[in-house]
């Protein structure tokens, strides 16, 4: 499967910014894991952390889902991977299971990019949100889902080094 990674726009108004350097690194991430076996995916960064890129990709299943689901759009939405999680926690998605595959986990995450998109086509930038004690901007949650996606990408490029020597994906 090819995997498009479009530039994010160099002069263009702030939503088509954002939204276009979340696109990036969503699929920067869908980068990092491409042309990797089932087994390559689940191997662990360094001892002691046990982050793979597969967990990767399951916490960010369950960070777009808590952003925009949860925080934005105000939906009941469970956990994906830990039905014993805090409905309201962003830390989820990061312990492997034997039975969820690659292929599963990259379509439920990419079910999660599609309900976001969804979520906020209509939406304004300014719109709130009720958050913690006060109110968060779509904006907001645009800039930190960019943030949360360089971080984890940053740990991405170290996993994949370590796997099979590829870097700058």
Same mark, same amino acid.
């Given at each position: 499967?090819?995997?498009?990674?479009?530039?994010? #726009?160099?002069?263009?108004?702030?939503? !088509?910014?954002?939204?276009?350097?979340? &696109?990036?690194?969503?699929?920067?991430? @869908?980068?990092?894991?491409?042309?990797?076996?089932?087994?390559?995916?689940?191997? @662990?960064?360094?001892? #002691?952390?046990?982050?793979?890129?597969?967990?990767?990709?399951?916490?960010?299943?369950?960070?777009?889902?808590?952003?925009?689901?949860?925080?934005? =759009? $105000?939906?009941?939405?469970?956990?994906?991977?830990?039905?014993?999680? *805090?409905?309201?926690?962003? &830390? $989820?998605?990061? *312990?492997?299971?034997?039975?969820?595959?690659?292929?599963? =986990? +990259?379509?439920?995450?990419? =079910?999660?990019?599609?309900?976001?998109?969804?979520?906020? @086509?209509? +939406? =304004?930038? &300014?719109?709130?949100?009720?958050?913690?004690?006060?109110?968060?901007?779509? +904006?907001?949650?645009?800039?930190?889902?960019?943030?949360?996606?360089? +971080?984890?990408?940053?740990?991405?490029?170290?996993?994949?080094?370590?796997?099979?020597?590829? !870097?700058?994906?």
């Amino acid at each position: 499967m090819a995997i498009e990674r479009p530039t994010p #726009p160099l002069h263009a108004d702030e939503r !088509t910014t954002l939204e276009g350097w979340l &696109d990036f690194y969503r699929a920067t991430l @869908a980068l990092k894991c491409a042309g990797l076996s089932e087994q390559q995916l689940r191997i @662990a960064s360094v001892a #002691p952390s046990p982050l793979t890129l597969l967990g990767l990709v399951q916490h960010m299943a369950e960070v777009e889902r808590n952003w925009f689901r949860r925080v934005l =759009a $105000g939906e009941h939405a469970p956990p994906i991977y830990d039905p014993n999680a *805090d409905p309201n926690g962003q &830390d $989820g998605g990061f *312990d492997l299971s034997g039975e969820i595959t690659f292929a599963t =986990a +990259r379509e439920t995450w990419e =079910a999660e990019i599609a309900n976001a998109r969804a979520t906020c @086509a209509h +939406r =304004a930038l &300014d719109e709130t949100s009720p958050f913690l004690d006060g109110q968060v901007t779509l +904006r907001w949650i645009y800039t930190h889902m960019i943030a949360e996606y360089a +971080r984890h990408n940053g740990h991405a490029d170290l996993i994949r080094e370590r796997i099979d020597g590829t !870097t700058g994906v």
